[in-house]
């Protein structure tokens, strides 16, 4: 979380949003909210030129495990390829958050490859698999994953698939 830049205060919070809303700017991001406001965020940074967007997501750690983040990413990433133009959608997760993992093949992402010591994080160089998912990929609404959140129960999935 460290990466998204710090905020802890009011007007860091509003830079936050900015550079997220800014009009001028390249990223289009959707707020995923619950009771009084936002809890997670899915975000696209779009070059244009090549119809490409660069994906992430968090979600705040009291809400997670629900399943939000793969719907979410899910949803998104189906518009972008269906009805923004796009037609390569990236991600890369480090390979200690096997959560952002699961949650980027869930949404019909695959994987690529990994980018070995791509990033220094206190003073550790840490391997990152990077993900893509093409417009001419299957749509996730196949997959099991889909099928669990589809059921909108996701004990019941656990239990019918142990
Ligand atoms: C990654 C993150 C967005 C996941 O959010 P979430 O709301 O918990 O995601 P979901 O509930 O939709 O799905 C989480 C999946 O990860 C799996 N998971 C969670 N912790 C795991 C672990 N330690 N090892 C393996 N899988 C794990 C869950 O089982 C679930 O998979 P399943 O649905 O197949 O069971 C959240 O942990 C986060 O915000 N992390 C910090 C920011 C970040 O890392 N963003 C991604 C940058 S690439």
């Known amino acids: 979380m460290s990466r998204q830049g710090t905020v802890t205060t009011s007007e860091e919070a509003e830079e936050y949003v900015h550079r997220l809303t800014d009009p001028g700017g390249s990223k289009v991001a959707w707020a995923v909210c619950h009771g009084d406001g936002p809890v997670g965020l899915v975000c696209i940074a779009v070059d244009e030129q090549n119809r490409n967007g660069w994906f992430s997501y968090w979600m705040t750690e009291a809400v997670r495990g629900r399943g939000w983040t793969t719907r979410a990413a899910a949803t998104v990433s189906d518009w972008a390829l269906d009805h923004a133009g796009l037609e390569r959608l990236e991600l890369g997760r480090r ?50 994953a889909a099928a669990r959140l589809r059921s909108g129960d996701r004990r019941r999935y656990r239990t019918a698939t142990a």
């Not at 949404?107 to 206190?122: C, P």
């Open 95 to 144: 390979v200690n958050n096997p959560a952002s993992g699961a949650v980027a093949r869930a949404a019909g992402f695959r994987k690529e490859g990994t980018e070995r010591g791509k990033f220094l994080i206190t003073g550790e160089r840490v391997d990152v698999d990077t993900y893509g998912r093409l417009r001419t990929h299957p749509r996730w609404q196949s997959s099991a």
